[in-house]
Each structure stands twice: as structure tokens, then as C-alpha cells.
């Protein structure tokens, strides 16, 4: 069973929910349900899909703000580096 929803035709959306899932789903939402013998289960499957893709979606995703490394993250990548430097050295031939 295939389900559709017209996103460009739908008065269930805002204009700005609208948009965001033209931006990321496209103007047609397609989902496809095939895993019950039963044609109205499979529909409702197709269904619940649909409205989950929406959902996601519709999500606004918070804009990411960088932040600094703490002191406990700089100092292990700092011993790491030495680890790593001293086992490349312990690969050298030795001098004479």
C-alpha cells in the first residue's frame, strides 16, 4: 500500500512548516507499506508513516553554537599526541 500527501496543497501546515517540508522532503511525501496481509493495517501503516516523516520534518532545529574544548579534552589530546610521538620514536633505528 502507498500512501501520498500533497504538502504544496495542504491547509493542515503553516507557510512556514510548509516550506521547511518542501525544503527537506519535497512537495509530494511517499511512504510505502507492504508488511501485513491486510490491506486497511498496511494503510495504516503508510499513514503513520507519513505523519512521522512530517513530524521530523517539522522539527526546527535549534542553530548550533560553538563552544570551546574544556581543559580535560585539551589535556587528553595533548597526552595522546605524546603517546602517539613517543611510539613513533621507539620505531626509529637507534644512533650510534
Do not use: W, Y
Request: glycine share 2%; charged share 45%; hydrophobic share 35%.
Amino acid at each position: 500500500m502507498e500512501a501520498l500527501f500533497d504538502v504544496e496543497a495542504s491547509a493542515a501546515l503553516s507557510t512556514a512548516e510548509r516550506r521547511r517540508v518542501m525544503e527537506r522532503l519535497g512537495p509530494v511525501v511517499r511512504a510505502v507499506a507492504q508488511d501485513e496481509r491486510s490491506q486497511l493495517r498496511n494503510r495504516e501503516l503508510a499513514t503513520d508513516r507519513i505523519v512521522e516523516q512530517l513530524r521530523e520534518a517539522t522539527k526546527v532545529r535549534r542553530k548550533r553554537t560553538p563552544t570551546k574544548p574544556t581543559a580535560a579534552a585539551r589535556e587528553r589530546r595533548l597526552e595522546e599526541k605524546r603517546r602517539h610521538g613517543a611510539t613513533k620514536r621507539l620505531r626509529r633505528p637507534p644512533d650510534e
